[in-house]
């Protein structure tokens, strides 16, 4: 009996990068085998949306922005509900390269793992990132090691593939914070298997970012925090159970 082709989704958070998106589209679209794109618009009010429609997306239009971990979980209850075998989560600023997602979902066919991390850290070519961002990695590396007893070494990558089995957790349970760090914790904690494959991935193309050094230490503080609150409940919730 012939096989049926996997369906897979890609879903784009998008805030305010009408001057990227199209683009991202255009090469979403263009990658084989071909792939559905959905671009979340969290609120955006430079016609993002627009961009994206042209560009051959469909669009979801959040009323109000939500942040990263809505528009994202917005995604991920849309391919659910669409019944989509596998979702990819990229960027909407240009970073993320997409030819680089048939090799994420290679490395879960041939793994079996249920979440595939694109890690700009295991490139033989490297990445290069700011000292601050740098201890900040090696510091969310360690506390996955204690945490899940195995080390990812790019846990704030937006570059990842899903199973259907975690898309339906996710789309109810996706951290609102600090979605991407959070997430691997929550997917460690419950039983899902996390692998990671080196990508490659591009610099802004528009615009820049608006985390500085000073801003950088505040998010690594900010995210342990939420981790520990996260650790914190989970206890709670057993020993009641």
């Known amino acids: 009996m012939k096989r049926k ?3 897979v989704l890609v879903v784009v958070p998008a805030y305010n990068e009408s001057a990227a998106i199209g683009g991202v589209v255009a090469e979403l ?7 559905d794109v959905v671009v979340v618009d969290d609120g955006s009010i430079d ?6 429609e042209k560009a051959g ?9 939500l942040g990263i971990g809505g528009a994202v979980q917005t995604g991920f209850r849309f391919a659910a509900r669409l019944g989509y075998d596998t979702v990819v989560q990229v960027d909407g600023d240009g970073q993320h390269v997409p030819s680089e997602i048939p090799s994420l979902i290679d490395a879960m066919s041939k793994t079996g793992a249920d ?4 890690s700009r850290f295991l490139d033989v070519r490297g990445y290069t990132t700011s000292p601050v961002r740098r201890i900040g990695t090696r510091v969310f590396a360690l506390v996955n090691s204690i945490v899940l007893g195995r080390r990812i070494s790019d846990n704030t990558s937006g570059f990842r593939a899903y199973n259907a089995r975690a898309v339906r957790f996710l789309s109810d349970n996706y951290p609102q914070d600090y979605p991407e760090p959070e997430s ?4 460690g904690r419950n039983g899902f298997s996390i692998r990671e494959i080196p990508v490659r991935m591009r610099g802004r193309e528009h615009g820049h970012s608006s985390i500085s050094a000073v801003r950088s230490v505040y998010y690594m503080v900010k995210v ?8 914190f409940k989970e206890r709670i919730i057993r020993q009641e159970q």
């Open 184 to 187: 691997v914790i929550l997917l």
């Open 5 to 7: 082709p996997m369906r």
């Open 47 to 52: 016609g993002t949306w627009l961009a994206a």
């Open 29 to 35: 679209l263009s990658i084989t085998p071909p792939v």
């Open 57 to 65: 997306a469909r669009v979801l239009r959040l009323p109000i922005n």
């Open 115 to 118: 979440v595939i991390i694109g």
């Open 224 to 231: 342990l925090l939420a981790i520990f609150v996260d650790l």
